[in-house]
């Protein structure tokens, strides 16, 4: 099965510096990444997400990146603000429409 | 609200206790989803209903788990004979297949949260 895997587990960023999240995955079938944003006691909010057809994917200050040929793709907020603190979770989807998470990184905005 | 809702939000239960929970889909969302949180990790698929088949349940889902989606529309998750282990954050979700064959986004409701004493 597919298997994903997120650095870092933790980032502290000041804010306004810009923050990166990387993951890898195992299954070369997985076509879609979504990432999803979960704060404390609340449901993971879908952010962004991107399919295998494209490369990269921007909305306002949140960027995605997708290296298929690796099996790796990445989250890049930039002008960070104390409200992106939360964990974010990156995700993978093959044929059996089943997310497999990545195990989380804790993003904290400093003022 | 129009988002996908959880009955209840939370439940605290006794070893060996049976327990349900609800979840409403977005309205006319024909997939549904369970995945099961505990503290400090990502969110691990349980099951997956299109309308009311079950078309996958993970090995994670032992005989003590049953889930049901009768009409199509609501879903139940029953644990029965509830273990510490169980203790969890309970998650739905739901997408809309839209027959394209592209993969859909799904989207998560609030989550139940049970404890096991």
């Known amino acids: 099965g597919e298997n994903v895997e997120q650095h870092p587990s933790t980032l502290s960023v000041q804010e306004g510096d810009s923050a990166v999240i990387k993951c890898t995955y195992s299954d070369s079938a997985s076509n879609y990444f979504p990432w999803y944003k979960q704060e404390l006691g609340k449901r993971p909010q879908l952010i962004i997400d991107i399919r295998s057809n494209v490369g990269e994917k921007k909305d306002q200050r949140i960027a995605v990146t997708l290296n298929k040929t690796a099996k790796h793709f990445s989250l890049h907020i930039t002008e960070t603000q104390p409200e992106d603190s939360a964990v974010y979770f990156c995700?993978?989807?093959?044929?059996?429409?089943?997310?497999?998470f990545g195990g989380g990184t804790r993003l904290m905005v400093k003022p | 609200d129009t988002g996908v809702s959880q009955d209840p939000r939370h439940k605290i239960t006794k070893r060996g206790q049976n327990v349900t929970f609800r979840c409403d889909p977005i309205s006319e969302h024909n997939r549904l989803y369970w995945y099961r949180q505990t503290l400090g990790q990502g969110p691990e698929f349980l099951t997956y209903f299109q309308n009311e088949a079950q078309l996958e349940k993970s090995r994670l889902l032992s005989d003590r788990f049953s889930a049901e989606r009768p009409k199509g529309s609501f879903s139940t998750l029953e644990i029965q004979r509830t273990e510490q282990g169980d203790s969890a954050m309970y998650l739905c979700a739901s997408s809309s297949a839209d027959g394209s064959g592209s993969t859909d986004t799904q989207y998560f409701g609030p989550g139940t949260r049970l404890t096991v004493l």
């Open positions: 995700a993978a989807i093959n044929a059996g429409n089943m997310l497999t």
